[in-house]
């Protein structure tokens, strides 16, 4: 399957603390995107990081990529209740159009 | 500038149905991509229209099929409907096809077939 996993599946954490989601993929990629779902709404788009790149930050958003590993990580630091929702990793796969999800890491922050 | 409008937002069918749902992509865009999204799954990618035609498809057979009209609004039909067509169908909108931007998602369609 093209589809990208992410691990964990599903983290809780304290208001406060760092939480970190991964997520791996097989295919070459453009870039790799990261997104989030309140629960059963609509995904919004919160950073993307080309495949030349390593490390990208955004506000509270740190993300790196390893093109060697097939590898990719979100770094949300000093979470907040508001942060609680899932996540989810998206590349488009090779010379596709279509942009692939991974499975979702279903963070919940504890007030 | 709008954003990505989908109608109905829930609806409810019984098997062997048909069903529209239809999407309004945000100013600008020509591109239009709708996803199947099961509860707890990642969004699955049903297929991509620009500029009126399908220019790309998922693992979904041919009971699945969409329109894009010359506003770049978009329809997504499912005839015959099963039990595991119940999902969050979601339309997303970008603005240049093949660009491998990010996508512009609208809040879903979410259809319960019984």
């Known amino acids: 399957s093209q589809q990208g996993e992410e691990d964990p599946q599903a983290l809780s954490i304290q208001e406060g603390e760092n939480a970190t989601m991964n997520c791996s993929y097989k295919t070459s990629i453009n870039n790799l995107q990261w997104y989030r779902q309140n629960s059963g709404r609509g995904l919004v788009h919160l950073i993307l990081?080309?495949?030349?790149?390593r490390e990208k930050h955004s506000g509270r958003l740190r993300v790196t990529l390893d093109t060697s590993k097939k590898s990719s990580s979100l770094l949300i630091t000093a979470s907040r209740a508001a942060d609680t929702a899932s996540y989810f990793c998206?590349?488009?796969?090779?010379?596709?159009?279509?942009?692939?999800f991974g499975t979702g890491t279903l963070l919940a922050v504890q007030p | 500038e709008t954003g990505v409008t989908q109608s109905p937002t829930h609806l409810i069918k019984t098997r062997g149905q048909q069903v529209t749902l239809r999407c309004s992509s945000q100013?600008?865009?020509?591109?239009v991509s709708w996803y199947q999204q099961a509860l707890g799954q990642g969004p699955q990618f049903i297929f991509q229209?620009?500029?009126?035609?399908?220019?790309g498809r998922g693992n979904f057979p041919p009971r699945f099929s969409g329109l894009q009209f010359p506003n770049y609004s978009s329809e997504l039909n499912v005839n015959a409907l099963e039990l595991d067509d119940s999902a969050l169908y979601l339309c997303?909108?970008?603005?240049?096809?093949?660009?491998?931007?990010?996508?512009?998602f609208g809040e879903g369609s979410r259809l319960t077939v019984l």
């Open positions: 997303a909108s970008s603005p240049e096809q093949g660009a491998a931007g990010e996508l512009f």
């Open positions: 998206a590349f488009y796969g090779g010379a596709t159009n279509k942009l692939i």
């Open positions: 100013s600008g865009h020509n591109t």
């Open positions: 990081i080309r495949s030349n790149e």
């Open positions: 229209y620009y500029r009126e035609e399908e220019n």
